[in-house]
């Protein structure tokens, strides 16, 4: 079955840092994603990309964050200068529409979880 | 109007017993709500997913039933296993263009199953 990849699964950075998430969506996905989700929160939505853009994001998206599709098959998630509070789990996402569909609904990544110390 | 809610917090049922999880929502709009299973250190995972124009959907051991005019939803386990024990997220999307698949998430139930 085909997967979301997400590396690296644990990053610890120091506050200030700048950190790269990094993800490969499923192939043939053309919408793309990424949540967060603050040790035992709810899932929050970051921001989606469709056609090398953001079509919607978060207020939790700010000039810190940043996306970028930089070949045909990574996703990455960036943030610039990472506080204590950005310490969660992220997690990408792709689907192969625009529409939610019954049948076939988003496929999350396994997560990466970051640590700012 | 973009939340939804989720209750209970924490379920514990006993094996072969039903697991019931409820949500609730505010935005009419909404017209995509599925139901996602969670793992310890794992991804959300589409469990099973409604629409509003159906009142009930159901996939082996688990079913979605809707309620559109009282803007409810809840996830039933019949037979509950211990290989359920996982957190249960209830979510709703609205169309395009309004919405690009953005996933609004409830807190989540942690559903504990004993043998």
């Known amino acids: 079955e085909p997967e979301v990849t997400q590396t690296p699964s644990h990053q610890v950075t120091q506050m200030g840092q700048e950190v790269i998430l990094r993800c490969v969506p499923i192939s043939n996905h053309l919408y793309f994603y990424w949540y967060r989700q603050i040790l035992g929160q709810k899932v929050e939505f970051l921001v989606s990309f469709y056609n090398n853009e953001i079509s919607e994001k978060s207020e939790i998206f700010d000039d810190q964050f940043s996306v970028e599709r930089p070949d045909g098959s990574n996703f990455t998630l960036k943030i610039r200068s990472t506080k204590l509070e950005d310490s969660a789990m992220y997690f990408c996402?792709?689907?192969?529409?625009?529409?939610?569909?019954?049948?076939?609904?988003?496929?999350f990544g396994s997560g990466t979880r970051l640590t700012v110390v | 109007q973009q939340q939804v809610k989720q209750s209970p917090q924490s379920l514990i049922v006993q094996k072969g017993g039903i697991s019931i999880i409820n949500c609730a929502y505010e935005?009419?709009?909404?017209?995509?709500f599925p139901w996602y299973q969670q793992f310890p250190g794992k991804g959300p995972a589409l469990l099973i997913a409604i629409r509003p124009d159906v009142s009930e959907k159901k996939e082996g051991r688990f079913t979605i039933s809707f309620n559109k005019s009282a803007k409810q939803f809840s996830l039933h386990i019949m037979d509950s296993q211990p290989g359920d024990s996982a957190t249960y997220f209830c979510a709703a999307s609205l169309p395009p263009p309004g919405g690009y698949n953005k996933l609004i998430f409830g807190a989540g139930t942690r559903l504990a199953v004993h043998p």
């Open positions: 935005n009419t709009a909404f017209d995509y």
């Open positions: 996402a792709s689907s192969s529409q625009g529409a939610a569909t019954v049948n076939y609904g988003y496929t």
